[in-house]
């Protein structure tokens, strides 16, 4: 990216976030780093499943890219940029030699970027293989998407790891010197009901006490859409699912919509699609809360949050009264009024874009390794 901007001397277009302005990724510059195309698990709502690529891709496994090249991008990286590196992918999908072979080749070269590893399922011996990463990065985070605390819920959509075995990662993790753990949780899952989901934000309240500010759940709905070619999307009476659009044209009305909840594709057995929006809400405020009380968010983003999600709230309660308008034109104009509000809580209303934000270096980048690849371009060109 580099390379083309000062070769074409445009930045904007080469931007890796659509939305995002110039000066906010270059203040927070952070960069991906992909493993493999592909992967072995098959979780039901995810559209890049082992199952889902087979069926519309015809890819039969998962192209692992070879662990020196990762190593070297991340390296590459690290000279450029002293922002996060995000590692997509968990390392260990193609065994530990595979992902020790990244982490030891890491191990030789000194860089202060924050590492974020995802992890797809919990670590089986995880004293040994934190322990592994700490030695090979100084500064290192992980996240997981648990998805329910229920494991009963969890194993439905294709996860089967214990709840124990996540509080030992996270303890084995943290004890290593992981600087942050982050577990994201969904809302629309099959067998969930909004009394399970707020259960869910009860067991972030235990992971939250028992080890303090550097775990940091998440939790929304799965929104706006369950994946197209999803296990669960292609067989959803087995999963509970009912599917609401199924033609293009029915999905590019749904992205018009005023609220996210009358773009949201789907509703389960157990939970309707009106109770899908309202328990994301009230599990929002309640995490929000949480947050704070034990020291995660200070007062003004707790303050900041609450109000988003209770306009939140009384927005989509609006759209719902103007819908129920007969006359097009009438209702037409009454959601035109609200539309400035509206795409403002459609920007990320319960989880605040800055929550994930890990931590990067106040000089963003290495100007005289910029230089040398500005004046190398340079004598390329002449």
């Known amino acids: 990216m580099f390379k083309s901007a000062l070769k074409y001397h445009d930045i904007k277009s080469l ?3 659509h939305g995002w302005s110039a000066h906010e990724w270059l203040d927070y510059p952070i960069t991906p780093v992909i493993t493999c195309r592909g992967c072995v698990h098959n ?3 995810c559209g890049g499943s082992n199952n889902a690529l087979a069926m519309y891709c015809n890819r039969r496994k998962p192209a692992f890219r070879k662990p020196q090249l990762i190593a070297d991008d991340i ?3 690290t000279k450029y940029a002293n922002a996060p590196v995000f590692i997509i992918g ?3 999908q193609h065994g530990n030699d595979y992902a020790y072979t990244v982490l030891d080749r890491l191990k030789k070269v000194e860089f202060k970027n924050h590492l974020v590893f995802e992890l797809f399922d919990t670590v089986p011996e995880p004293a040994a293989y934190f322990e592994r990463v700490a030695q090979s990065v100084e500064n290192f985070n992980f996240e997981i998407s648990p998805d329910s605390h229920d494991e009963r819920i969890r194993a439905a959509e294709g996860k089967h790891y214990k709840n124990r075995e996540i509080e030992d990662n996270i303890k084995y993790a943290l004890a290593s010197g992981c600087n942050r753990f982050d577990l994201f949780f969904m809302i629309g899952l099959p067998l969930q009901t909004c009394e399970s989901v707020m259960q869910t934000v009860d067991w972030c309240e235990h992971l939250m006490k028992q080890f303090g500010k550097r775990v940091v759940p998440f939790i929304l709905a799965y929104s706006p859409f369950l994946d197209p070619g999803s296990i669960a999307y292609e067989n959803p009476e087995k999963f509970g699912y009912k599917i609401r659009f199924k033609t293009l044209e029915e999905y590019r ?3 018009l919509s005023p609220s996210w909840k009358y773009a949201l594709n789907y509703e389960t057995e157990w939970m309707t699609r009106d109770e899908i929006v309202d328990c994301t809400y009230q599990a929002g405020l309640k995490l929000n809360s949480l947050k704070f009380k034990y020291c995660l968010i200070d007062e003004n983003s707790f303050h900041a949050t609450e109000e988003k999600i209770k306009l939140a709230i009384s927005l989509t309660n609006a759209i719902d009264e103007i819908n129920e308008i007969s006359d097009e034109a009438h209702r037409r104009e009454k959601l035109q009024q609200l539309k400035r509000k509206s795409d403002m809580i459609l920007d990320s209303v ?3 874009k800055r929550d994930i934000v890990w931590p990067a270096e106040k000089k963003r980048f ?3 390794h910029l230089l040398k690849l500005a004046i190398g371009e340079y ?3 002449g």
């Open 75 to 77: 390296l590459k990286i």
């Open 15 to 17: 931007l890796p976030f």
């Open 253 to 255: 009305r749904a992205m």
């Open 379 to 381: 004598y390329k060109r």
């Open 350 to 352: 319960i989880n605040e």
């Open 90 to 92: 968990d390392l260990r």
């Open 366 to 368: 290495g100007v005289i």
């Open 43 to 45: 979780c039901i709502f």
